[in-house]
């Protein structure tokens, strides 16, 4: 799955993009991880809360986390381009995951942008931790999806009423 990412569209180059898998016995330590974000991100935490913060570091079976690293020092790959990779990397990642038969979707939550994720996944100031790519077997189908009709998002260039 991570050969399919780093198979994503990358201008320059660059490389946006960083995953770290999070092993099965390193869940009670991201559990841990989990619920220090949640005191920094709510303050004081009910049992039960405390209880659902640790319990998210528990779903799937895999667990990617999902780094930027966007540069804005490089003029013809502006940081808007370098997202784009990031985002088509982690797509692969998902269509990769349900080519081998797998569920897969991305979990964040305010927690991301916590320093307490920041630092206990080792990141470095450039990089941004965006939240994680769970994948395993799914055992009950979700309802499909509302998307919309392709006729309501896209157009033919000059045929536009101006």
Same mark, same amino acid.
């Given at each position: 799955?991570?050969?399919?990412?780093?198979?994503?569209?990358?201008?320059?180059?660059?490389?946006?993009?960083?995953?770290?898998?999070?092993?099965?016995?390193?869940?009670?330590?991201?559990?841990?991880?989990?619920?220090?974000?949640?005191?920094?991100?709510?303050?004081?935490?009910?049992?039960?809360?405390?209880?659902?913060?640790?319990?998210?570091?528990?779903?799937?079976?895999?667990?990617?986390?999902?780094?930027?690293?966007?540069?804005?020092?490089?003029? +013809?790959? $502006?940081?808007? %381009?370098?997202?784009? !990779? #990031?985002?088509?990397? =982690?797509?692969?990642?998902?269509?990769?995951?349900?080519?081998?038969?797998?569920?897969?979707?991305?979990?964040?939550?305010?927690?991301?942008?916590?320093?307490?994720?920041?630092?206990?996944?080792?990141?470095?100031?450039?990089?941004?931790?965006?939240?994680?790519?769970?994948?395993?077997?799914?055992?009950?189908?979700?309802?499909?999806? +509302?998307? $919309?009709?392709? %006729?309501?998002?896209? !157009? #033919?260039?000059?045929? =536009?009423?101006?």
């Amino acid at each position: 799955m991570i050969d399919a990412a780093c198979a994503a569209p990358d201008h320059r180059r660059l490389r946006p993009w960083r995953f770290i898998l999070i092993r099965n016995d390193q869940r009670t330590m991201l559990a841990n991880l989990f619920e220090v974000a949640a005191r920094e991100t709510h303050g004081t935490l009910s049992e039960d809360q405390t209880e659902r913060a640790r319990e998210k570091a528990l779903n799937g079976a895999c667990l990617i986390a999902v780094v930027g690293i966007i540069r804005d020092d490089v003029s +013809d790959a $502006p940081p808007h %381009e370098q997202w784009v !990779s #990031v985002g088509a990397a =982690v797509q692969n990642i998902l269509l990769t995951a349900t080519s081998f038969g797998f569920g897969s979707m991305i979990v964040s939550g305010d927690k991301v942008k916590t320093s307490a994720l920041q630092k206990g996944l080792g990141l470095s100031a450039i990089e941004q931790f965006l939240g994680f790519v769970a994948v395993g077997t799914v055992s009950k189908q979700p309802a499909p999806a +509302d998307r $919309p009709r392709a %006729e309501d998002v896209f !157009s #033919v260039w000059g045929q =536009v009423d101006l």
